[in-house]
């Protein structure tokens, strides 16, 4: 008998099918990479309850994924100072792909494409330079390099696209490392974090830095709203007596702004953000902090605190039909608005520390 993926691989031999669509994978709606209780690892796809759709293995442990805008395929990488990065077809399960970063360079675990799905953009570290670089792939059958660029400072550890632009933002977090001293942090004295803008050329179009007195508050994860407002969550380095903010608002060409829970909340999440998400009507904005157990919640528009969830090990996040999605090192999946838990599924795995959303 002839089955349905037989059919659909015969017509694309002779090109009379449609091309693959993310519809053709179930249509999910995240991605994460986890850990089975068995050792190891995968990228699943969840639906918009979190339910797991699909799941493809990986050689290691991941960090986060970058979703194709048209094609079912996305981008594994692996957790820093990871050197491989995995093209997965997330309808067939197998692997189109498998990259690795050149001599002398690792990836930070993340990666965007281009609006056009052609070309994407992975943060690296150049270690014996100490700077960071952005890598340039062509996105066809294989993924071959084609060109890199300077991220505009060290550590770019995330980068995000704005909306309907190939602008590019990217979290250089300021930390220099080397994989010879594992993650060891080389620099903390003159550590400088910084959220550079770049075009798909390279061209650095605008970058901000946070006040002298805030060097040692690694920039480190982006969410963006439709209208190109820009949200970064912060891991702190410095004293533990001292509670900096952990989340911040930018336009570009605009000032920062900074946000924090009041005192005894904000001092629950132990200088560090682990994760950041605006919601999907953009009014809210929300950070995880996996050491302090809590998710946060502020208004976008006023820069108020909202609302704060206890949840133990709760990590990645991202916009949820209502409100926010959230997961957990515990296996749960959270579902939440307005401060208000409105389900949570718990599954057999430990959810890494991002969930993307397509």
Not at 55 to 80: K, Q, T
Not at 236 to 253: K, S, T
Not at 313 to 319: E, K, L, Q, S, W
Request: hydrophobic content about 40%.
């Amino acid at each position: 008998m002839t089955t349905r993926r037989g059919f659909m691989a015969g017509m694309l031999a002779t090109g009379l099918a449609p091309k693959p669509s993310w519809a053709d994978a179930g249509n999910p709606a995240y991605l994460s990479a986890a850990k089975r209780p068995d050792g190891s690892y995968h990228l699943y796809g969840l639906d918009e309850l979190g339910a797991p759709l699909f799941s493809v293995p990986l050689p290691d442990r991941g960090h986060a994924a970058a979703a194709h805008p048209s094609r079912p395929e996305a981008v594994a990488f692996a957790r820093r100072p990871g050197t491989f990065a995995i093209v997965l077809d997330c309808i067939s399960g197998g692997i189109r792909s498998r990259m690795e970063a050149p001599e002398g360079r690792h990836f930070y675990g993340h990666g965007v494409f281009s609006a056009d799905g052609s070309l994407l953009f992975t943060p690296e570290n150049d270690y014996e330079a100490g700077q960071g670089r952005i890598g340039v792939w062509q996105a066809g059958t294989d993924y071959i390099r084609i060109d890199e660029f300077s991220s505009g400072g060290v550590g770019p550890h995330d980068i995000a696209r704005l909306p309907g632009t190939d602008t590019m933002v990217v979290a250089n977090g300021g930390i220099e490392t080397h994989p010879d001293a594992g993650r060891a942090k080389l620099n903390l004295p003159v550590m400088r974090p910084n959220l550079t803008y770049l075009d798909g050329m390279g061209q650095v179009t605008g970058q901000i830095e946070l006040n002298a007195d805030l060097h040692l508050n690694s920039i480190r994860h982006l969410a963006v709203r439709d209208d190109g407002l820009v949200a970064f969550a912060m891991q702190w380095q410095g004293d533990g007596a001292v509670h900096p903010p952990l989340l911040g608002l930018h336009r570009d060409g605009d000032d920062v702004l900074l946000l924090q829970a009041p005192d005894d909340l904000h001092r629950r999440m132990e200088g560090y953000a682990g994760s950041v998400a605006i919601s999907s009507d953009g009014g809210s904005v929300a950070i995880t902090s996996p050491r302090g157990g809590a998710i946060q919640m502020f208004d976008t528009d006023t820069a108020v605190f909202a609302a704060e969830l206890p949840q133990g090990d709760v990590c990645g996040i991202n916009a949820g039909p209502e409100g926010f999605v959230a997961t957990t090192g515990n296996g749960t999946v959270i579902h939440m608005e307005q401060g208000r838990v409105l389900g949570a599924e718990s599954h057999r795995v430990a959810w890494d520390n991002h969930l993307i959303r397509l």
